[in-house]
């Protein structure tokens, strides 16, 4: 009798074909932990209740290409650098670290390097900690990513490092009908400090999958500000699923801007386990023609006196839909927790739809907590008043999209990356009827 295969067989049997043979045990050992794992694991439907909004039949009825080495396409970044921004570079194609494309200075406190380098030199805190706080158990694409991942950035920080470069991994996909994982590990020493924005692109890249996971550890009193920019042009998919790990006094910020894409899906978890840790969620996400973007957000407060402030912002055009579902838990344990939820949507087209799903669930009595959801369309009459003072309609519009995504910009402590999101901003809407 022939099996017949289903869509997650065929996935998983042309992944087979990347070979990791040559990798250290600890590493093999993972990737068959994760595909017997995926082996209890079914793409999840819409009566999954975590993926109830977002079908992904758009993803999984494909048949991709993989890409087993690095290629030596000669490829021009200069449109995907932030302007005025002095950083580090790092460049990934199609899954795979390129070093002739990354610009790399040397500084002290920190190491930089390719994900697939450090696994194959046995570096210590890889070999104990990979895919400890991205469990493959749960989750099918960590699973999928833990199975196949093929390269990804390693950034480590010294003991009292406070790097004043950011650090600007470009991820770019360039070819069509391609699936990538990589992955990104973060480890923040006591008392360390970085700045890193991740800007995924396509420079073709037409019905291209990308999904990528990062862990990101944090040690006492250190500080880590994540920027995430997707804006990936055409038919392209992508999965991206933060795993965040605070300890004491640590101070956690990700501002997550969600440009464009056909589906996009964040999964943001984090865990505080520590006493007086701070965590920022902000994001921004601006859904046009048939765009899918679903943020996803966990916040789990274990540990007492800690604060936590999430604000999302929406504007969805056209036949777009936007999806926003944070959950909040405050644990027995987790006394003097001062936790604040936001999501905001502007609806600029009939046709175009939010669903806002915020949740507390707190165990805990000597709380601080509130949660909160509007959706709504521009004000016209505010936009009357700019426009007779002599503003143009485009303007007035461009004018109230940008103040009303403010709030979810302020942390963004880069001054050339809030520069770039103003001008995309203004590129869209000011030539918005």
Request: charged fraction near 25%.
């Given at each position: 009798?022939?099996?017949?295969?289903?869509?997650?067989?065929?996935?998983?049997?042309?992944?087979?074909?990347?070979?990791?043979?040559?990798?250290?045990?600890?590493?093999?050992?993972?990737?068959?932990?994760?595909?017997?794992?995926?082996?209890?694991?079914?793409?999840?439907?819409s009566?999954?209740?975590?993926?109830?909004?977002?079908?992904?039949?758009?993803i999984?009825?494909?048949?991709?290409?993989?890409?087993?080495?690095?290629?030596?396409?000669?490829?021009?970044?200069?449109?995907?650098?932030?302007?005025?921004l002095?950083?580090?570079?790092?460049?990934?194609?199609n899954?795979?670290?390129?070093e002739?494309?990354?610009?790399?200075?040397?500084?002290?406190?920190?190491?930089?390097?390719?994900?697939?380098?450090?696994?194959?030199?046995?570096?210590s805190?890889?070999?104990?900690?990979?895919?400890?706080?991205a469990?493959?158990?749960?989750?099918?694409?960590?699973?999928?990513?833990?199975?196949?991942?093929?390269?990804g950035?390693?950034?480590?920080?010294?003991?009292?490092?406070?790097?004043?470069?950011?650090?600007?991994?470009?991820?770019?996909?360039?070819?069509?009908?391609?699936?990538?994982?990589?992955?990104?590990?973060?480890?923040?020493?006591?008392?360390?400090?970085?700045?890193?924005?991740?800007?995924?692109?396509?420079?073709?890249?037409?019905?291209?999958?990308?999904?990528?996971?990062?862990?990101?550890?944090?040690?006492?009193?250190?500080?880590?500000e994540?920027?995430?920019?997707?804006?990936?042009?055409?038919?392209?998919?992508?999965?991206?699923?933060?795993?965040?790990y605070q300890?004491?006094?640590?101070?956690?910020?990700?501002?997550?801007?969600?440009?464009?894409?056909?589906?996009?899906?964040?999964?943001?978890?984090?865990?505080?386990?520590?006493?007086?840790?701070?965590t920022?969620?902000?994001g921004?996400?601006?859904?046009?023609?048939?765009?899918?973007?679903?943020?996803?957000?966990?916040?789990?407060?274990?540990?007492?006196?800690?604060?936590?402030?999430?604000?999302?912002?929406?504007?969805?055009?056209?036949?777009?839909?936007?999806?926003?579902?944070?959950?909040?838990?405050v644990?027995?344990?987790?006394?003097?927790?001062?936790?604040?939820?936001?999501?905001?949507?502007?609806?600029?087209?009939d046709?175009?739809?939010?669903?806002?799903?915020?949740e507390?669930?707190?165990?805990?009595?000597?709380?601080?907590?509130?949660?909160?959801?509007?959706?709504?369309?521009?004000?016209?009459?505010?936009?009357?008043?700019?426009?007779?003072?002599?503003?143009?309609?485009?303007?007035?519009?461009?004018?109230?999209i940008?103040?009303?995504?403010?709030?979810?910009?302020?942390?963004?402590?880069?001054?050339?990356?809030?520069?770039?999101?103003?001008?995309?901003?203004?590129?869209?809407?000011?030539?918005?009827?």
């Amino acid at each position: 009798m022939i099996k017949e295969l289903t869509k997650k067989d065929m996935l998983i049997e042309s992944l087979n074909e990347l070979d990791f043979s040559n990798e250290p045990q600890f590493a093999l050992d993972l990737r068959a932990n994760a595909k017997s794992a995926l082996e209890n694991l079914e793409f999840p439907t819409s009566k999954t209740e975590y993926w109830k909004y977002t079908r992904i039949g758009k993803i999984i009825n494909r048949t991709y290409g993989i890409q087993h080495e690095p290629s030596n396409s000669n490829i021009d970044i200069s449109s995907y650098l932030i302007p005025e921004l002095d950083a580090n570079i790092i460049v990934l194609v199609n899954g795979f670290y390129r070093e002739d494309l990354s610009k790399i200075e040397t500084e002290n406190g920190i190491k930089i390097s390719s994900l697939k380098s450090v696994i194959s030199q046995s570096d210590s805190f890889i070999k104990d900690h990979l895919g400890e706080i991205a469990k493959v158990e749960n989750e099918l694409f960590i699973a999928l990513n833990t199975l196949c991942f093929t390269d990804g950035v390693y950034i480590d920080l010294d003991k009292n490092a406070v790097i004043e470069k950011p650090i600007h991994i470009i991820n770019i996909t360039n070819s069509n009908n391609l699936i990538s994982n990589t992955r990104t590990i973060v480890k923040a020493h006591d008392n360390s400090s970085v700045k890193i924005l991740e800007s995924f692109v396509n420079l073709q890249g037409n019905e291209s999958f990308t999904n990528n996971v990062s862990e990101i550890f944090m040690n006492p009193n250190s500080q880590v500000e994540y920027n995430k920019i997707q804006n990936k042009e055409g038919e392209s998919y992508q999965i991206s699923t933060e795993q965040v790990y605070q300890r004491k006094d640590s101070n956690f910020t990700i501002n997550t801007i969600t440009l464009q894409g056909t589906l996009v899906r964040n999964n943001l978890n984090i865990e505080v386990q520590g006493e007086g840790c701070e965590t920022n969620l902000n994001g921004i996400y601006l859904g046009k023609d048939k765009n899918h973007i679903d943020n996803h957000t966990i916040v789990d407060h274990i540990k007492p006196n800690c604060n936590s402030n999430e604000v999302y912002k929406g504007v969805l055009d056209d036949n777009s839909v936007g999806v926003f579902n944070g959950k909040v838990f405050v644990r027995p344990d987790a006394q003097k927790t001062n936790a604040y939820q936001q999501n905001n949507n502007i609806l600029l087209n009939d046709n175009a739809v939010i669903n806002s799903k915020p949740e507390l669930e707190i165990y805990a009595n000597d709380v601080k907590c509130s949660h909160g959801s509007t959706t709504g369309q521009l004000d016209k009459e505010a936009i009357f008043y700019l426009q007779a003072r002599g503003v143009s309609k485009k303007t007035a519009t461009n004018m109230m999209i940008n103040a009303f995504v403010k709030d979810a910009t302020d942390n963004i402590s880069i001054p050339a990356l809030k520069n770039y999101i103003d001008t995309k901003i203004d590129t869209r809407f000011g030539n918005k009827n």
